[in-house]
């Protein structure tokens, strides 16, 4: 209480202070503030320096000097013998690391120490998405092209469809594998189409099937690029979806000639799309094959080629292309198929045909090519400058059975992507992987998901549209691309181990 002041002359009056309230006690205002130091947890000293070295080490033979000294600090009867049993036992026998790949530092690296001992995973979760954060240690080494498909999908998911497209079509054209891993180029340029991108680049040789191929063999490679060839016409991407046809089309043309060519028993180079172009000499005896006095004596006289892909996924109709290419250049079937023979030749014709005399101009341009194909090159460019009112290309074959699919692949997320985890390593881990969706908000996308994971019939039907299949060789590719990675790591910081160590007490 205030103390009185002195007594005033007349009526007594007291300058009266009230009482101070003390918050504390009456719990109101705010609450009085005091900064007492929180005592540090986990091992110090000597101790803590053990188990941080145990941590750190690369191997778990180079961690076994640090265990001893650490065991050898606490008896058997101290109180933080168990909090040391229990690293050891992370460090050493096996215990389930927590938390999913990318993480924490210090869990990662026991959990690659494993794999380089043990040769197998206890968990998967989460590891393309670490694997493509730390790209830049497996991204230059050669062994990655033996494991094309997870090194793909891990750089898909921290860069994108776009840029790993780019990638992989100049990695594998440097080292002319593009061959052996087409369908994996194939299916991102699908998914790079259903984004609404296209690089020019991946088309090339050996991607688009080669012409001496055809039915059930090729069956299967078709489909991405005529799934690809619709979502960039339904993405409005003209230049992307030019390229597709010209390259169905030029297939399909080529192929009649060749089966024309074997069955009078001729022979010549006919090149697949992205190849090397018909040179001089190959052109001039092609044509004397097809025009000369051979060809007159075996009357070669189709026009009008059939699609080799499967007829009922849709693709241009190679028949009414080819008649509005006719009417294009004047009626001349012999220089509309002509056009076909050259993949520069066959775009500028497709642009065209779509009304994109820009376009046609620009490609008809940038295009070299052999003496015997002049009289088609000048019949073109004249239909160009001329006779281009609007589009004239003729509507697509019906699609029943790719209508479906397609219509799921719009819908659906790709699983490995999604969960960023190969989907035949996800074993029983679903309910975490669900957990991961629902904390960071996206539990809306795993319910699509589980349209993928419950039903067979959609994984069947998807599956040969995703970057990553369900082979029996998954964990193999995944084991040399995180000792790749760990080879150019550095090992967690002593604050990284400290903070894995306060977590696990």
């Known amino acids: 209480m205030a103390v009185p002041q002195a007594r005033a002359r007349g009526p007594v009056a007291f300058a009266f202070q009230p009482p101070a309230v003390h918050h504390l006690s009456l719990g109101i205002g705010p609450p009085e503030v005091r900064h007492e130091a929180i005592p540090e947890r986990g091992p110090r000293g000597s101790l803590a320096a053990a188990l941080v070295e145990m941590l750190q080490a690369r191997t778990a033979d180079a961690a076994l000097p640090a265990a001893r000294r650490a065991t050898q600090e606490v008896r ?18 096996g215990e389930a690391l927590p938390a999913r790949w990318g993480a924490d530092p210090v869990a990662d690296w026991l959990r690659a120490r494993r794999l380089d001992e043990l040769n197998e995973g206890e968990s998967w979760l989460g590891i393309l998405a670490w694997l493509g954060r730390h790209a830049e240690h497996w991204l230059p080494s050669p062994e990655i092209l033996d494991e094309m498909p997870v090194a793909a999908a891990a750089l898909a998911t921290k860069e994108g469809f776009p840029r790993t497209l780019a990638w992989a079509s100049a990695m594998l054209r440097l080292t002319r594998r593009t061959k052996d891993w ?52 339904d993405a409005g991407h003209v230049v992307g979806a030019a390229h597709l046809t010209a390259a169905l089309m030029a297939t399909a043309v080529r192929r009649e000639i ?87 030749l066959a775009l500028a014709a497709v642009h065209a045909l779509g009304g994109h005399a820009m376009n046609a101009m620009a490609a008809l341009g940038a295009s070299r090519t052999p003496g015997a194909l002049d009289e088609a090159r000048t019949a073109l460019s004249v239909a160009i400058h001329v006779g281009i009112t609007g589009s004239t290309l003729a509507e697509d074959l019906p699609s029943k059975q790719a209508d479906a699919v397609y219509r799921q692949l719009r819908e659906l997320p790709e699983p490995n992507l999604a969960l960023e985890t190969p989907y035949g390593t996800l074993w029983d881990q679903r309910a975490e992987a669900q957990h991961a969706f629902q904390t960071s908000g996206r539990l809306q996308e795993f319910r699509r998901l589980r349209l993928v994971l419950d039903r067979p019939d959609v994984t069947d039907s998807l599956a040969p549209f995703w970057l990553l299949d369900n082979h029996s060789d998954m964990e193999v590719s995944l084991i040399r691309l995180v000792r790749l990675t760990v080879a150019g790591l550095a090992p967690p910081t002593a604050v990284e181990c400290a903070r894995f160590l306060r977590s696990i007490e």
């Open 76 to 93: 058997i009867d101290d109180p933080r013998r168990a909090f040391v049993d229990r690293v050891l036992a992370f460090a050493f026998e």
């Open 258 to 344: 060749m089966g024309d060519l074997r069955l009078h028993g001729l022979q010549a180079r006919i090149p697949a799309w992205g190849s090397r172009s018909l040179d001089e000499k190959e052109a001039a005896e092609l044509h004397a094959m097809l025009y000369g006095t051979r060809g007159r004596e075996t009357a070669i006289v189709t026009f009008l080629p059939s699609a080799p892909w499967p007829a009922e996924w849709g693709g241009p109709d190679t028949h009414g292309v080819t008649r509005s290419l006719w009417r294009l250049m004047g009626g001349d079937r012999r220089l509309a198929r002509d056009v076909f023979l050259h993949d520069g």
């Open 182 to 233: 087409a369908g994996l180029v194939r299916v991102l340029i699908l998914r790079c189409a259903l984004e609404g991108a296209f690089d020019t680049a991946s088309l090339s040789r050996g991607v688009v099937p080669t012409p001496r191929r055809g039915g059930k063999v090729v069956e299967e490679a078709w489909k991405p690029l005529l799934l690809a060839r619709r979502a960039l016409m």
